[in-house]
């Protein structure tokens, strides 16, 4: 860990968290306090942010997305902001302007594929340019799988296929969720022949062995943000992202409510595994996480790329996925205990 960060004497730099009231918001709240960072919690509207259940020494602020004004006033004095307000495919390009524009750090945690290729298409030449750092889709989905592939290769230039399972034990689906569901419609892509290409209608289908406790499983290809992260920095053919039935039934079932808390953390009981197998003609190499509540999770894995980030990870500017500007191995083991997470070699 950076001395800069982690040392109690030291001045610690103000992280801004926009949609800083919502589920994932709130963790990532928690998570930069843990970490000894200041907080700036910004909100879309006053009520929200007047009803929040935030800690006494958190700043507050209002500010509407397509308000620079606001926003640029919200942003005064953090030293990087996390976007925690979906559908991203409405926010995240407005609030990218924003950082460049304050000249800092910005990171999201979208699962949106439009939107993660949209901010590198459209903002990697001016993020250049202005020397700051764009990282989207630092999160469960995205950033992990992304992050377990990087690792998984290795020394490796090159793959001919990576093929990634994903396993819930279930998933209680927050509104924020939902709602991306009804705004997210652009049709999934996936790597093909080492270009994004559209994912066939209807998805395949297979059996993925997981370890215990999840064993066979039932899954759909399912591409999420990884699919634009892994294009990004790796030379693969094909690309291959399988999740399991059953939470998507929950997903798909209006009557699902939203997650529970099951401990003093505020987590849920939902468990998961991701498991990631890279193939280079016949040698495969393997990587795999598990851990608790997909939400919860991505707190420590967006918090740790904010700290690294601030703490000198790079000292040029352009939008990056996880595994290009980190070294994935030591950022994985720094997530434990929150992920447990390890590689293993043919």
Not at 124 to 139: K, L, N, Q, T
Not at 156 to 181: F, H, K, M
Not at 308 to 334: C, Y
């Amino acid at each position: 860990m950076n001395d800069r960060i982690s040392s109690p004497s030291a001045v610690q730099p103000t992280v801004a968290v926009y949609g800083a009231t919502g589920h994932t918001g709130r963790f990532v709240i928690a998570e930069l306090s843990r970490r000894g960072l200041g907080v700036v919690a910004i909100g879309r509207n006053a009520a929200g942010m007047a009803a929040a259940d935030l800690p006494a020494a958190v700043r507050r602020e209002v500010a509407a997305i397509d308000d620079p004004a606001s926003l640029a006033r919200a942003l005064t004095g953090a030293a990087a902001v996390i976007n925690c307000a979906g559908p991203f495919l409405d926010t995240a390009e407005l609030l990218v302007a924003a950082a460049l524009h304050a000249a800092i750090p910005y990171f999201d945690v979208t699962a949106e594929q439009a939107s993660a290729q949209a901010i590198f298409e459209r903002y990697d030449s001016a993020a250049e340019e202005a020397g700051v750092v764009v990282i989207p889709a630092m999160s469960f989905y995205g950033g992990l799988s992304d992050l377990l592939t990087t690792a998984a290769m290795g020394d490796w230039t090159d793959a001919d296929e990576v093929r990634l399972g994903i396993a819930l034990d279930s998933w209680r689906p927050t509104g924020g969720t939902r709602l991306t569901g009804q705004r997210n419609t652009a049709p999934r892509v996936t790597i093909t022949d080492g270009e994004l290409a559209r994912l066939p209608d209807p998805a395949p289908s297979a059996v993925w062995s997981f370890a215990e406790p999840f064993g066979a499983q039932e899954m759909v290809e399912m591409p999420f943000t990884e699919a634009i992260l892994i294009r990004r920095h790796l030379q693969v053919s094909e690309l291959h992202t399988y999740l399991n039935l059953t939470p998507l039934r929950d997903l798909r079932n209006a009557a699902t409510a939203p997650p529970v808390a099951a401990d003093p953390s505020g987590r849920s009981s939902q468990t998961f595994r991701v498991e990631v197998e890279v193939r280079r003609a016949s040698t495969v190499r393997r990587a795999s996480a598990q851990g608790q509540d997909i939400y919860a999770v991505t707190a420590p894995m967006v918090v740790e790329a904010v700290v690294r980030v601030l703490g000198g990870a790079t000292a040029r500017g352009g939008v990056f996925a996880p595994g290009a500007l980190f070294d994935a191995e030591s950022f994985l083991a720094a997530l434990a205990p929150d992920i447990l997470a390890g590689t293993q070699g043919a």
